[in-house]
């Protein structure tokens, strides 16, 4: 896994075959490589480790029976560890030695063969590995983080009181997912990790924590870096109005996740092929161009999916289509996402104006990501992350010379912290 022909494999399992008998307790064990994993799991994180086996023979005094465990330690997202502990049991029908859980809760691994195969990189973990590839977090894992926090605040709290752990709520956190139905409106839905056809999230969640045991509703909204890079589209853009304008009504807090790649700019694929360019010297295409047009069977054949506005005009001996405008055969690739934009940024100053409202920076915030981050105000930024209007290369061109050499460089947080857009760094 540490060899660099290697770097980017995940999924990656480590099996390991404890060969003698030992006297000791099963929960002993289990302490230990719970001790193990956290002080090593930077470094099995950086080498994808996501699930370690481990097959041991126990015994819980000298003189007790031999029992053979088989310990799971797993983690999909890299900061919440699930571990897991099984026997081995003949099915009596089969002959086949199956994984038994052997605590109160039901593991994941029950009832599985115990030479079944390591499972491979579903449609899940693809996500998850390629937003953590650009150094942030799968959105559809932040509910587990907010339920991570709300744990760890409890266990403070009952440690700092002194306090018997009966006082735990039964649950950390509650989360609905909401989206938009066919008239644009929010509405509840459960469905499993992944299946968004939308680079926005939206969560209604109630904490249960200290300081609000009864529970406190928060409103969290999220870019989907996975989803076309995150970008604003129309139907983004509505998602998050939506529910901004929720988190007004129920005056309850707004929290925004944001890692983005700004207002998506499309291209009609469909002329790509098509188009051709008048030049004003066909033997010097650096004077520039005139217009670009259609041959008339071009146009003939993409006239009736209303993609194009043309005009007739005769130029060089022949007919031509002068575009004068483009639209595109599908929605939301053009002008329509700034529109959006536009009143998403004027939600974000009303949301400022009435609710609490803070944002968090994880990889990039770009073009109306910042702006939104901007007017949201309060605004935490993640290091290595960075917030600008536009990319590094894009100025450079317009400057013509290398001038900046990075995105950081114009956005990072030695920038947007010390001039006060940021006002907290993790």
């Not at 022909?5 to 995940?10: A, G, I, L, V």
């Not at 139905?181 to 924590?209: C, F, S």
């Not at 047009?293 to 006239?303: C, E, G, R």
């Not at 994880?362 to 910042?370: A, D, F, K, N, P």
Request: hydrophobic share 35%; aromatic share 10%; charged share 25%.
């Amino acid at each position: 896994m540490s060899n660099p022909n290697y770097h980017r494999s995940d999924c990656n399992h480590i099996f390991l075959n404890f060969m003698p008998c030992m006297v000791i307790h099963y929960l002993a064990v289990k302490e230990k490589v719970k001790q193990f994993i956290e002080r090593y799991s930077r470094r099995l994180w950086k080498l994808r480790v996501l699930q370690a086996e481990l097959k041991m023979v126990l015994r819980e005094t000298a003189d007790s029976p031999e029992q053979s465990f088989r310990f799971f330690v797993s983690t999909e997202n890299g900061y919440s560890i699930n571990t897991s502990i099984y026997t081995e049991t003949e099915d009596p029908s089969s002959g086949v030695r199956l994984l038994t859980s052997f605590e109160e809760v039901q593991g994941p691994m029950h009832g599985i063969a115990v030479d079944a195969p390591y499972l491979t990189r579903d449609f899940l973990q693809q996500k998850r590995c390629s937003a953590q590839l650009m150094e942030t977090t799968y959105v559809y894992d932040y509910p587990d983080m907010f339920r991570q926090a709300s744990k760890l605040q409890w266990e403070s709290y009952l440690r700092d009181h002194g306090l018997a752990k009966d006082v735990l709520p039964k649950e950390y956190i509650r989360t609905t997912e909401l989206v938009l139905d066919k008239h644009d409106n929010l509405t509840e839905i459960h469905r499993v990790p992944g299946q968004n056809d939308t680079g926005m999230i939206a969560w209604r969640i109630t904490l249960y924590v200290p300081e609000y045991p009864e529970g406190r509703d928060i409103m969290v909204i999220a870019n989907d870096i996975t989803f076309r890079t995150g970008t604003f589209g129309p139907k983004e853009d509505k998602l998050f109005m939506r529910a901004s304008e929720l988190s007004r009504a129920l005056k309850i807090p707004r929290i925004y996740l944001s890692v983005n790649s700004g207002a998506r700019i499309g291209l009609a694929e469909e002329i790509k092929a098509m188009f051709r360019v008048a030049w004003k010297d066909n033997r010097r295409p650096d004077q520039g161009f005139k217009y670009l047009y259609l041959t008339p069977a071009d146009y003939k054949t993409i006239s009736s999916k209303n993609t194009v506005q043309a005009e007739l005009v005769e130029d060089e001996g022949e007919s031509r289509y002068k575009l004068t405008t483009i639209i595109g055969e599908k929605d939301g690739i053009g002008v329509e996402n700034l529109q959006g934009s536009g009143m998403i940024a004027g939600e974000t100053s009303r949301a400022y104006d009435e609710v609490f409202t803070v944002s968090l920076v994880t990889c990039r915030s770009v073009g109306i990501g910042s702006y939104l981050v901007r007017l949201g105000q309060r605004v935490i930024q993640v290091e290595n992350s960075f917030i600008v209007l536009t990319g590094h290369s894009a100025l450079n061109m317009v400057l013509g010379r290398q001038v900046y050499a990075s995105n950081t460089q114009l956005g990072g947080t030695q920038i947007m912290f010390n001039n006060g857009v940021s006002h907290h760094t993790v």
